[in-house]
């Protein structure tokens, strides 16, 4: 899971600019969508445990929010830049546009390692990132949520450090809250589960039973585990999962050709994703090389780890078997393998459509929380599994209709709706 020179964000102006000569933009909507229309750069100053102060990098990129409030997460990182930020807020604004929620895109990022971090020091740092940027979020203004390495506890540290600041209770302000405390149920679920509603409906339109198929996954967080359960219930067998060792510092793919058992894997790996190693072993598992989920002989691949995984140095390895890539992760695929995938004939489910599920439940949690009134579960999964639905639908379809790659026609759909929002207002 290399990240090497890579650009996320490169990557995402260069999707955006393919697409905009495909439907002839013109040239301010262009100016405009291409490039954040606000950004945040600051330092978060943190006392430690030690009785020391550590200075740590903040930053908040508001995209787009021309149909509604920016929305997006905070990702803890020790590697996170300032351009792989850039590049997601601009995915949250295609993302939120696709499953045509009154969103807009914006991300988060703290330069870190929350696992280096005791609980006291990250609530400090938690508490640090709102107080920098309190006048510049909120349920009307930018909504955040965790991300990579964040969680529900660091979310509601921030929310409790913003009504301290605003005097008063705001539970929309952010999404991703424990339950109870204004979060909504199967929130926990809804990106994985997503990943699978509309890998379910891509089976369907190639003639496939998923009870036939098999799969190999990249990743094992919140995502990929709950991905992995759905799409296991629904009679799919997983042969691969390959997810990052935060011990060896090095990725592994854990292989079982009888199929692996999930809720076993659950067992026995942190909250970070790491499965340990030793009783893997112990439970019958193979323990492969960390691309080799790629080489598996299965009819999906599902990654849901980083961006920049397929690769066209990569794509080599990915077996003749593969029908259909999901991509549950954000930017997993680069420009140069997706004409790869297209001269192979792969279908592939493109990411901000694929994993769209985490925010339109996180858009469900801020109506939940500002009407003060919450859903049961089953309620909040239908309504994602409608929503996730139709989308994919209106995706396919136009790629049917124009003949074109299904990325290319879910940013269409995207691209669209987002420049006609910024006519309607009169921006350009």
């Known amino acids: 899971m290399t990240q090497d020179n890579y650009n996320a964000y490169q990557t995402a102006q260069e999707q955006f600019d393919h697409v905009a000569d495909l439907i002839n933009l013109n040239q301010s909507a262009r100016e405009m969508l291409r490039e954040p229309s606000r950004e945040f750069h600051f330092t978060i100053p943190v006392k430690m445990d030690d009785g020391t102060t550590k200075v740590f990098k903040g930053y908040r990129i508001q995209h787009n929010d021309a149909r509604g409030p920016s929305k997006g997460g905070i990702r803890f ?23 045509d929620i009154p969103l807009g895109g914006g991300k988060g990022g703290i330069v870190c390692d929350p696992r280096q971090l005791s609980d006291a020091e990250q609530e400090r740092l938690c508490r640090g990132y709102v107080r920098q940027l309190a006048r510049n979020i909120g349920e009307v203004i930018d909504v955040p949520a965790p991300d990579v390495m964040s969680n529900a506890q660091h979310m509601l540290w921030m929310l409790d450090e913003y009504e301290t600041i605003r005097g008063g209770h705001y539970p929309g302000a952010i999404t991703g809250k424990p339950v109870g405390m204004g979060g909504s149920l199967g929130r926990t679920e809804a990106t994985g589960f997503g990943v699978i509603y509309t890998l379910r409906e891509a089976l369907k339109t190639q003639n496939i039973d998923i009870t036939k198929t098999t799969a190999s996954i990249q990743g094992f967080g919140n995502v990929a585990e709950y991905a992995a359960r759905l799409y296991s219930e629904m009679g799919g067998k997983i042969i691969a999962i390959s997810t990052w060792d935060n011990q060896d510092k090095k990725a592994y793919t854990y292989r079982n050709l009888k199929g692996i058992n999930v809720e076993e894997l659950v067992l026995i790996k942190d909250k970070f994703g790491t499965i340990d190693k030793e009783k893997a072993v112990q439970m019958g598992y193979e323990v492969l090389d960390g691309d080799a989920w790629l080489e598996q002989e299965v009819d999906i691949l599902l990654p849901c780890a980083l961006e920049n995984q397929i690769t066209a140095d990569k794509f080599p390895l990915i077996n003749q078997s593969v029908k259909v890539i999901c991509e549950g992760a954000n930017g997993p695929t680069t420009p140069d393998a997706d004409k790869l995938i297209k001269e192979r004939g792969i279908y592939l489910v493109p990411d901000f459509l694929c994993n769209a599920g985490g925010v339109t439940c996180s858009y469900f949690e801020q109506v939940q929380s ?45 691209i669209e709706r987002v420049a006609n929002a910024v006519k309607l207002r009169g921006w350009i």
């Open 370 to 414: 500002n009407m003060n009134y919450f859903w049961d579960k089953a309620e909040v999964l239908e309504k994602l599994d409608s929503k996730m639905t139709a989308a994919f639908h209106a995706v396919h379809e136009l790629a049917e209709e124009k003949e074109l790659y299904m990325r290319d026609a879910a940013y269409v759909i995207a």
């Open 77 to 99: 990182d020790p590697n996170e830049t300032v351009d792989t930020i850039r590049a997601l807020s601009m995915w949250m604004t295609w993302k939120c546009a696709v499953v």
